[in-house]
């Protein structure tokens, strides 16, 4: 770490901002504006918005960038509005118009009983403007310069798809659809309301989307670029992790051992049938020293025969291995 990073830490801290993200902005914009809102350079975020969402985007400063890895894959929650009787090049109001067929026919019944059929764990084909990688470029970029993009289905779930309101439009010819989901990690909403239109043979697109939880940080603790530019502020890095983690109080010679990347006895979590679940380890004074995962316990191989099988026998099937440690400030 260099000098200049260093005194950027001491001096802001670390932690995560929760921003509000206004529309027509990208999520890269919203990096830059914490850049210089917090004085540091070390900042990403936790998952991409499309420009014309809003809602939860968490940003990561200093030292709780090294969250953002473990962040990316937990659940979501949206609210959307998809219309039905039009799809669009893009499966959003930003595209191109590409098709009309009318909705007439569609009434709230079907739409209940094809929204059933888009939930729970479902095989859905990404958005073709998406920043998936194809042949090492994103989907995007392909899509944009007018090249046949093919992505493969993927698993994802949608742990809840509710129909918060069913209105028609247009003079009748069009329904939009108000919605509220809980997805996975990885699940385009774009698609579900591309799929849902194909499902009622109508076609669909979103025409409105906002993020209102990442995990457990939610859109009423979420702050605006205004609002953080009067008052900036943060959730901190112990408080960040103990949000989303698992916790293990430490004693201090735990913490020391940990401190140099050694193992200490199990968190439990791999008893428990959850070897990759980490846990977050504090410290006597509550700092967070590291993330832990359950990992097999090395063996003692230096005893041999009788004594050997006695020692394994006596050894921790698991141990905590730390997988990322938190320097101090």
């Given amino acids: 770490m260099g000098k200049q990073q260093r005194a950027e830490e001491i001096a802001v801290g670390s932690g995560l901002v929760l921003v509000d993200k206004p529309a027509g902005w990208t999520s890269h914009d919203v990096v830059g504006r914490i850049r210089r809102l917090a004085g540091t350079r070390k900042v990403g975020h936790a998952g991409t918005l499309d420009p014309m969402a ?13 969250l953002l890895t473990h962040i990316v894959g937990v659940s979501k929650t949206y609210t959307a509005t998809i219309r039905l009787g039009q799809s669009t090049t893009t ?62 289905a993927r698993p994802v779930t949608v742990h809840r798809f509710d129909v918060l309101q069913f209105r028609r439009v247009e003079g009748g010819r069009l329904v939009d659809v108000d919605v509220e989901v809980d997805v996975s990690s990885g699940t385009y909403v774009r698609a579900l309301a591309r799929d849902l239109g194909e ?42 992790a ?38 977050a380890a504090f410290g006597p004074e509550g700092e967070l020293i590291a993330l832990l995962k359950d990992v097999p316990a090395k063996k003692d191989a230096s005893a041999s025969g009788e004594a050997a099988r006695a020692a394994a026998a006596e050894q921790a099937d698991f141990q905590a291995k730390p997988e990322l440690v938190f320097a101090p400030q």
């Fill in 91 to 152: 499966d959003d109001a930003e595209g191109e118009l590409r098709q009309t067929r009318f909705a007439n026919a569609v009434t709230p019944e079907r739409v209940q009983h094809e929204v059933d059929g888009l939930t729970g764990e479902i095989q859905q084909v990404p958005a073709t403007v998406s920043a998936i990688k194809v042949d090492g470029r994103r989907a995007y970029d392909r899509a944009r310069k007018g090249e046949d993009v093919q992505l493969a």
């Fill in 199 to 240: 499902a009622l043979q109508v076609g669909g697109h979103l025409t409105a989307l906002r993020r209102t939880a990442v995990g457990p940080y939610r859109i009423e603790n979420a702050l605006t670029l205004d609002q953080l530019a009067e008052d900036f502020g943060y959730v901190g890095l112990a408080e960040a």
């Fill in 54 to 66: 809003t809602g939860v985007l968490v940003v990561g400063i200093n030292r709780a960038t090294r």
């Fill in 242 to 279: 103990a949000r989303i983690f698992a916790q293990r109080e430490l004693s201090a010679e735990e913490a020391e051992n940990l401190g140099h990347g050694r193992r200490i006895t199990a968190s439990g979590t791999g008893a428990a049938g959850e070897p990759d679940r980490l846990t």
